[in-house]
């Protein structure tokens, strides 16, 4: 156990589904991230939150929307996802401020898209 | 940040020490080396980081060498259950984005 809990653990959807991942972290972090990692390919960061506010967006579709409404809690809105979306969702947070801190993981959300 | 290189894999003895290298060449002075390992198909777990001098902890120890342009992950004494990607990542000081390569996978064998 990390301090970051993430569910669902697997989502099936369809393309014209809208779902929603959740991730909560116990840690007193105020930073949050979602990364994407597709079969065989290292890990893609997706978005940063500093604070609740969206620092980083590395050039996402839009069809994936991120909220963070508290510095405990990220979401990640889907809508019309495509096959190609299928992979493992990862959530992270981390103390901001420091020199050097490190990211806690989740256990990821594995989503098939079909 | 730095880019940084490793081995695409690695075998190693249960029990034994494994010791996994990483060059990071244009490594700066104000960034940190970080290990981070996934275990198939889990989140990845952070186990060290260091700027300038070795480092040690409950999980592993740090060996950067004096001129920073490499450093070297060591597992004491390795088990089945540390089969996994580990990867090392350079970054500044501060800065959020934690850019994750292939790292090297680690097959530990009875």
């Known amino acids: 156990e990390t301090g970051v809990t993430q569910t669902p653990r697997h989502l099936v959807m369809g393309m014209t589904n809208k779902k929603s991942l959740k991730c909560e972290q116990h840690l007193g972090h105020n930073a949050m991230y979602w990364y994407k990692q597709s079969a065989k390919k290292p890990l893609e960061l997706m978005f940063v939150?500093?604070?609740?506010?969206?620092?980083e967006n590395n050039s996402v579709p839009s069809r994936f929307s991120p909220e963070c409404p508290n510095s405990s809690h990220l979401f990640l809105h889907l809508h019309t996802l495509q096959p190609e979306d299928s992979a493992l969702y990862l959530c992270?947070?981390?103390?901001?401020?420091?020199?050097?801190?490190?990211?806690?993981f989740g256990p990821g959300t594995r989503l098939t898209v079909t | 940040d730095a880019k940084t290189t490793q081995p695409t894999s690695m075998d190693c003895a249960e029990g034994r020490a494994a010791n996994l290298p990483c060059n990071h060449s244009t490594i700066s002075g104000n960034e940190y080396v970080y290990w981070y390992r996934q275990i198939h198909s889990q989140g990845p777990q952070y186990i060290i980081h260091?700027?300038?001098n070795n480092e040690t902890n409950e999980m592993a120890s740090l060996i950067i060498t004096e001129d920073r342009k490499s450093s070297t992950l060591i597992l004491p004494h390795a088990t089945l259950r540390d089969t996994a990607v580990y990867y090392c990542i350079v970054r500044l000081g501060g800065n959020n984005d934690m850019r994750f390569g292939a790292g090297t996978r680690l097959t530990v064998k009875p």
């Open positions: 939150y500093n604070f609740k506010e969206q620092t």
């Open positions: 992270a947070s981390s103390q901001r401020g420091g020199a050097a801190y490190e990211q806690y």
């Open positions: 260091g700027l300038k």
